[in-house]
């Protein structure tokens, strides 16, 4: 009988990554397998079909899968995810657009109608206001910029996504700023800024300042759908819009600074 102990007690999400790295390799350091995927009795053989799981799947497992893809398979998983009810009633997951080594990344709550219907975020005229925005600040969708949503899938009817939706989402939206890596977020509504500050707050309150969102610059701004029903808020969001690109220029400035 081993008197050593497996036993292994799992402290955060990285380390279940790290040793559910290092059990997937054993068929491959006992020579059964050229890699993991191949092993047929082996987590890796089935991890898509962990991350696509629904309801009664473990979460933290389908997280740590999700946590662990590369762009391709990222997007192809959601495409297919059906974790939340939000799956029923789209047409299409709306992933996500832009420049994969952005430095600015714009979060928006979840695709309406017209996002739906094409397969990308924004599209509608609160995208047409959103690249106005951007175009007043030198910025252009796709170059530099990358564009994303709190939910990958249509709330029915617009509605705001509900919490267990926008957990179950979580996992995507996590992995594609690991994969982006921005210098600066910008929060747009309500609904991302709450989601990505794990706070209450109300946008009123989290604007003009500085967050951090797990170690990146944060700011909050109205969502550009709002902006269209309430028209003098645009010189609120124009303040905002100005406060990011000064804030921007102080992160390029320092990061200038830390390399000489
Ligand atoms: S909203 Fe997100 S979690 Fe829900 S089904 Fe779509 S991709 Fe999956």
Redesign the pocket.
Known sequence: MAEESYDHLIRDDEDFVQHGNYIRQNPVCAKLAANAEAYPYASASCIEQIA?A?EGACATGRRAAILRMDWAELKD???G???????EK?TQ?VFGVGDQNADWLFVGE?PGADEDAKGEPFVGQAGKLLDNMLAAIQLKRGKNVYIANV???RPPGNRN?EQD?AA?????LTRQIELIQPKLIVALGKVAAQQLLATQSAVGSLRGQLHNHRGIPLIVTYHPAYLLRNLPDKAKAWEDLCFAVSTMNGLMAQQQADQQ
């Open positions: 696509n629904g998983s959601a495409a995810c059906t974790a939340c009810r939000l799956h789209r997951a979840g939910v990958k899938c996504p939706e179950a989402c979580e996992p995507y």
